[in-house]
């Protein structure tokens, strides 16, 4: 029952996949947490994420990745699979491409429910989340040059209100910057990951701890 009606309200509150244009404006940001802080006027670079949502038989998980510790940038961060669009590429073409060159997964087990809030980040790129379901844990290869490590997160945990912290660290001569994260485990998700999944519970649920009968009904 819990997996049948969080897959009614996403396909309820997400855009449809018809909707997506790839100069739509960003309704979230980095810069929402940090509204004193210098905004480049600047033109942003195209990206897209798979949020891959697995029907498992013990409630809903979600398919994440830590960034490899060789990349030039981010390392070993939580992320979702996802990337920069191509030229010509919509945001659900290059979010399950993305994936499937991140981690093997085969785009024809997922169905795309639609797709969340666009986020700005600070390095410059308007991401698109794309929600992905999946009846089942999928087969994954990491590409080792870009993935550690994939893994589960639990649903539950991550629409939980009170798993989301507010935190912070200061950059010599600018002024402090603040941050969703979530520790689950030994995993500390933040930045614009946690940003994105704080934005996809506001969508699907309201904001703050208002919506907590409506996170149960779907809750595992």
């Known amino acids: 029952m819990s997996l049948a009606t969080l ?14 244009l790839p100069d739509r404006r960003p309704a979230r940001s980095d810069f929402d947490l940090n509204p004193g802080a210098e905004r480049p006027d600047r033109t942003l670079r195209p990206a897209a994420v798979l949020i891959p949502i697995i029907a498992g038989p013990e409630g809903a998980t979600v398919l994440m990745t830590r960034r490899s510790d060789s990349l030039a940038s981010h390392t070993g961060q ?6 920069r669009l ?11 491409r993305e994936a499937f060159e991140e981690v093997a997964l085969d785009p024809a087990l997922v169905e795309v429910l639609g797709v ?20 089942g844990t999928p087969a994954t290869t990491p590409s080792l040059a ?15 209100a009170t798993n989301h912290s507010r935190e912070s660290y200061d950059r010599e001569g600018q002024p402090r910057r603040w ?10 998700i933040w930045g614009v990951t946690a940003g994105i999944v704080r934005a996809l519970r506001a969508r699907l649920y309201g904001e703050e701890d208002v919506p907590q009968v409506a996170v149960a009904e779907d809750a595992a």
């Open 7 to 20: 897959r009614e309200r996403l396909i309820e509150h997400l855009d449809p996949v018809a909707s997506w």
């Open 116 to 135: 969340g809030d666009t986020y700005e980040t600070g390095t410059g790129f308007l991401v698109t989340p794309v929600v992905g379901w999946l009846t």
């Open 146 to 160: 870009e993935v550690a490590e994939v893994f589960e997160v639990p649903w539950d945990f991550l629409m939980d």
């Open 179 to 188: 941050y969703w994260a979530m520790t689950h485990g030994q995993r500390y």
């Open 78 to 83: 939580i992320a979702f699979p996802g990337g």
């Open 86 to 96: 191509d030229p010509g590429e919509t945001a659900v073409e290059a979010a399950l």
